[in-house]
């Protein structure tokens, strides 16, 4: 694999690329876990900030990029063997940040899953006829007699 390979991203919130490391050198080393952990929190903050802005964002690319970093950073740690303490400040950091974007996104999902509710709500109330109701139709008919 081609260590010096990256992954250009444009941003559609922006005319800003992004170059976020896809390759760590093969033995693994502290500078290939910083790499990939630099370009996790790149897409973290991404994430963040997409999520901050309710900006219309393609989750998908972003999960996509994360997912691989994840990945990428899984077998730097079992190819060094372990996480050198000299990153395990940055390891702490883009889990507070998975975090942090995890709970946002749940907040998110929430108050979609809120709104779908109460408009489904609304339209079955709108589709009804009354017939059944308390206040109209035949229940109604026969408490006005």
Do not use: W
Not at 12 to 37: D, H, Y
Not at 66 to 73: D, G, S, T
């Amino acid at each position: 694999m081609n260590q010096s390979m990256t992954m250009q991203r444009e941003m559609r919130n922006g005319a800003e690329n992004l170059s976020v490391p896809m390759e760590f050198p093969a033995s693994g080393e502290r500078q290939g876990i910083e790499k990939v952990l630099d370009g996790l929190i790149v897409i973290l903050d991404q994430e963040r900030t997409a999520l901050n802005d309710m900006a219309r964002t393609q989750f998908g690319d972003l999960t996509r990029q994360k997912l691989q970093l994840l990945v990428q950073l899984n077998r730097a740690v079992q190819t060094n063997g372990s996480i050198p303490h000299s990153v395990e400040e940055k390891l702490r950091q883009a889990k507070c940040m998975l975090d942090e974007n995890a709970a946002m996104l749940k907040r998110r999902m929430d108050a979609i899953r809120e709104v779908t509710s109460l408009i489904a709500k609304e339209i079955r109330d709108a589709e009804s006829d009354g017939t059944y109701s308390v206040s109209g139709g035949i229940a109604g008919a026969y408490r006005q007699v």
